[in-house]
């Protein structure tokens, strides 16, 4: 082992550590109507993006009104958490999709 | 509300009685195809007709823009199949059902219209979910044609919660 290269190896190690104690990206798939994970925790600061693979529009709408996203058929879409706490979300046009994320302060 | 109220369950009984639930006859494959293709038609006719309020027109919008895909993945399904969609007394049965709502609700304007829509989107979507329940899809043999009929199930199951939630809010 060269010094230098775990020198390299802390350094990219650090910086990886960091960027995911700041700010994560929590990937939500929906596929068949189904959100998956369905749950999913977070911290804030975090973002949830939203992978459609149906060839339907789908929303991620929260229940208590703090988010509302539309995602296209075969896109993405992404909302960044704010808040702390819990907040179950659902389809607006298939209200029999639901999921759920958990926000950590 | 009560008129309303037996108008949807008569529908749902005419159509579960001759139309939907022909006991012991199994549909088959061509036959399930034309069933489905049909239902999804016939709930974007319904959607065409003149709407009032914004969420009832944005729900119809809806039902046109997902059963339009739905049906455009049946049509490629059944060319990829070589499957001839084959017309049968439930498919009859439902059109024929559906031309007389048509009719009734062409007769109301404004809220009672949207109303009378909904309710029967309500009932609409019950009866055919039943149906792809109990009878298509258990009837369906081949497995791609099953697997996209329990797809549209559940999308349409999503429509019959989305039209009682409407439903709710024009109370």
């Known amino acids: ?105 | 509300m009560f008129a309303k109220l037996s108008a949807g369950v008569a529908v749902i009984c005419l159509l579960s009685a001759p139309a939907l639930a022909q006991g012991a006859a199994k549909p088959t494959d061509p036959q399930i195809a034309h069933i489905a293709y049909t239902a999804g038609q016939l709930d974007i006719e319904a959607a065409k007709q003149a709407l009032a309020n914004k969420e009832v027109r944005d729900f119809a919008d809806d039902m046109v823009r997902d059963h339009t895909e739905v049906n455009k993945q049946a049509l490629a399904l059944v060319k990829k199949l070589n499957v001839k969609p084959e017309d049968n007394d439930t498919s009859r049965g439902l059109t024929k059902q559906a031309a007389a709502k048509r009719d009734e609700l062409a007769k109301l304007d404004g809220a009672a219209f949207d109303k009378a829509y909904v309710a029967n989107e309500v009932a609409y979507h019950k009866t055919v979910n039943g149906a792809l329940e109990n009878t298509l899809i258990p009837s369906a043999s081949n497995g791609e044609l099953k697997s996209l009929l329990q797809t549209g199930l559940k999308i349409f199951q999503g429509h019959e919660q989305h039209a009682e939630h409407v439903a709710s809010d024009l109370k």
Not at chain 1, 41 to 60: C, P
Not at chain 1, 76 to 87: C, D, E, R
Request: aromatic residues 6%; charged residues 20%.
């Open chain 1, 1 to 105: 082992m060269v010094p230098g290269r775990i020198g390299l190896t802390a350094f990219l190690l650090t910086g990886l550590l960091s960027v995911s104690a700041r700010a994560e990206t929590i990937q939500v798939t929906i596929d068949k109507l189904a959100f998956e994970p369905a749950e999913v925790n977070a911290k804030v600061g975090d973002t949830i993006e939203w992978v459609n693979k149906d060839a339907l529009v789908h929303t991620a709408t929260a229940t208590n009104g703090d988010w509302n996203v539309n995602i296209a058929p075969k896109q993405s879409a992404s909302v960044v958490l704010k808040k702390a706490g819990a907040a179950d979300y659902f389809c607006k046009f298939h209200p029999n999709m639901k999921g759920r994320v958990t926000v950590a302060p």
